[in-house]
């Protein structure tokens, strides 16, 4: 019978540690800290994509944590930036920061960290971030059966709200057509002699007149095939 | 003393149940133990390079009558009915009606800088998104009352429910966003906030009718999070950590198509995850998540996907993804595959992958498959069987 009472109270014992450590590994999930951000640079508005910074140009910073299955307030609590591990902004509730990205020294990618040293014994988060250069892509079928189209070219990460902020030189086989209301689309109308299989060279260079060194080009090469 | 050592030990062992109930309930699912199938391998899919019937970039030749243009115009968003009705958005705004004997504008009036129309699931609504970069404006138009309707709502990016009226989005706050559910059954309904977050650049979509996926928007070049929301009990799970170019296409089942980018930033993997984000397989051909879709033949439920996979495997495994396609900077001539997820095993669609397009917006409708061709902005239709 003691044998008996011996084994119960083991069994006891095993449950309520079993139980004990059960309750406490689900109180000790670690809370989710989320950085996310939006970078203040131009891309088409049709683009899917992610907007991405270039040197200079500023990001919104927020973060979020998720705790016990909900998005936490942190209004009252301490939140600290750092930016390639230097101290930016901090205080109370500051959710979100302006963050400057620094010069071509740089390039390449940030760092971006916040701290809350308050909330739950203290928890961050790093978040890295490439830093890309301005980029302009045309638009334009590899051949053409028609001597009159229309070509597309899009700027992507200037430092502007509009693309009718920036410079737009198109060349088209050594000519420099306007464009007319949208800078983007180039009307092209191919001289009547123009033989078929002849190779026409475009190009477009997208310039920042606001933006030190914010200057980008893209080359194509069009072949005309009437059919 | 006897009744006490039974009672305790009947409470030891409740205990027990609990605890083991509790730990099973909190701890991560984890990963399938499936290795990634090889070519070759029994009910594995053929690798990217030896895809069936590949024949390299360049575009393909037709094969006449199983394959053809469905629409000779650009046509931003469409939907095909089953009766074989295709309704569809032209640039200009307009909104056509095209049957085997007459096409017919359902809606004349024309919607300056048009940049995404999206049908609702019966085809029955048409969210149109307008604008530029400085300014986004919405509206809603339907079909059977021949209304227009102007929604008044800050957002980047909304997508409709896959079986009612609700479109789901994040409505831009001076400094914050709030994923809304919007139900456009009625004139009068308003929008409805699920959740506030601090959060910036944010995107959702539906993982079926009851379950949301949000996260950053992708690209290959910084790493996002995937986020899901349980519409029915409001809870939050974190499906997918730190991971870059994440898109998802769901089927109304509980399983969905990921494609993750790589850390290199160029090329990615694509997989068959669960509802709590679990691989239950990584596919050995590669394409974007919407290149992807699924689907089900007649009255079984058994969703099957079908993919575009990019011929010219090499450019596309080189490829910042998703943001050289979306940029433009890669365009791809597509072969088309119906994967059968449970059997794993692939078909070719010799009809479609003819075709020679770069496809996007794909959809299986009455045993054809049909696509907007990126090249042209046509929409094409071909025989899914042969």
Redesign the interface.
């Known amino acids: 019978m003691k044998l008996f009472k011996k084994i119960f109270l083991i069994i006891i014992l095993a449950g309520v540690v079993s139980l004990g450590l059960a309750l406490g590994a689900k109180g000790q999930t670690a809370p989710s800290v989320w950085i996310t951000w939006r970078a203040a640079t131009y891309t088409p508005a049709d683009y899917r994509g992610r907007t991405l910074p270039i040197d200079n140009s500023n990001i919104v910073a927020a973060v979020d944590v998720l705790d016990r299955g909900r998005f936490v307030d942190l209004s009252q609590q301490t939140i600290y930036w750092y930016v390639n591990d230097s101290y930016v902004n901090g205080g109370t509730g500051m959710t979100r920061t302006v963050i400057s990205v620094p010069g071509a020294a740089d390039r390449g990618g940030l760092s971006i960290r916040v701290s809350l040293p308050d909330y739950a014994g203290g928890i961050a988060k790093t978040m890295p971030i490439s830093v890309l250069s301005p980029q302009v892509i045309i638009q334009a079928p590899a051949t053409e059966s028609s001597n009159k189209f229309t070509i597309r070219g899009l700027p992507f990460y200037f430092n502007v709200d509009s693309k009718n902020n920036l410079n737009f030189a198109w060349d088209v086989a050594g000519n420099k057509p306007s464009t007319y209301n949208d800078p983007e689309l180039l009307n092209i109308t191919l001289d009547s002699a123009t033989r078929g299989g002849t190779n026409i060279p475009i190009s477009l260079n997208v310039t920042n007149p606001n933006g030190t060194f914010e200057t980008a080009e893209a080359n194509v090469s069009i072949t005309y095939q009437p059919q | 003393?006897k009744r006490v050592?039974i009672i305790?030990?009947v409470?030891?062992?409740a205990?027990?149940i609990?605890?083991?109930g509790?730990?099973l309930r909190?701890r991560r699912p984890a990963p399938a133990a499936q290795p990634s199938p090889a070519a070759g391998v029994p009910g594995g899919l053929p690798s990217a390079g030896e895809i069936p019937g590949s024949t390299g970039a360049g575009g393909g030749a037709s094969t006449g009558t199983s394959a053809e243009i469905s629409i000779n115009k650009p046509a931003l968003g469409y939907v095909v009915l089953p009766s074989g009705e295709i309704r569809y958005v032209q640039p200009d705004g307009q909104v056509v009606r095209l049957t085997s004997v007459s096409s017919t504008v359902l809606s004349t009036t024309k919607i300056s800088?048009v940049?995404?129309a999206k049908f609702s699931f019966d085809g029955r609504k048409v969210l149109v998104k307008a604008?530029?970069?400085?300014y986004?404006r919405w509206s809603v138009y339907d079909i059977d009352k021949n209304s227009w309707r102007q929604l008044s709502i800050d957002a980047a990016d909304a997508n409709w429910s896959p079986r009612d009226y609700r479109i789901a989005y994040f409505a831009r706050r001076v400094?914050s966003a709030s994923l809304t559910l919007f139900d456009l059954s009625f004139n009068s309904s308003r929008p409805r906030t699920l959740?506030?977050?601090?959060?910036?650049?944010?995107t959702v979509s539906w993982a079926g009718s009851q379950r949301l996926l949000f996260g950053?928007?992708?690209?290959a070049?910084?790493?996002g999070?995937l986020w899901k929301y349980d519409l029915q009990n409001g809870?939050?799970?974190?499906l997918r950590?730190a991971s870059p170019g994440m898109s998802v296409s769901w089927g109304n089942g509980d399983s969905g198509i990921l494609f993750t980018g790589r850390a290199s930033?160029r090329g990615g993997t694509l997989s068959l995850i669960n509802k709590d984000g679990v691989e239950l397989q990584t596919f050995s051909f590669t394409t974007l998540a919407s290149k992807c879709n699924f689907f089900t033949v007649g009255t079984s439920t058994l969703e099957r996907i079908v993919c575009a996979v990019p011929r010219d495997t090499r450019s596309f495994s080189l490829a910042a993804l998703?943001?050289d396609y979306?940029?433009?900077?890669l365009n791809t001539v597509d072969s088309f595959y119906v994967v059968d997820p449970r059997a794993g095993s692939l078909t070719p669609l010799p009809a479609a992958t003819a075709l020679g397009a770069d496809a996007s917006q794909i959809s299986v409708r009455n045993n054809r498959v049909y696509f907007i061709n990126k090249?042209d902005g046509k929409l094409y239709g071909a025989n899914l069987g042969n």
């Open positions: 003393m050592l305790s030990g409470v030891v062992i205990a027990l609990i605890a083991a509790i730990y909190t800088d940049l995404d604008g530029d970069s400085t986004i400094s959740l506030t977050l601090n959060g910036e650049d944010l950053e928007k992708a690209s070049y910084v790493p999070n809870a939050l799970s974190l950590e930033s998703p943001d979306f940029k433009g900077v090249a």
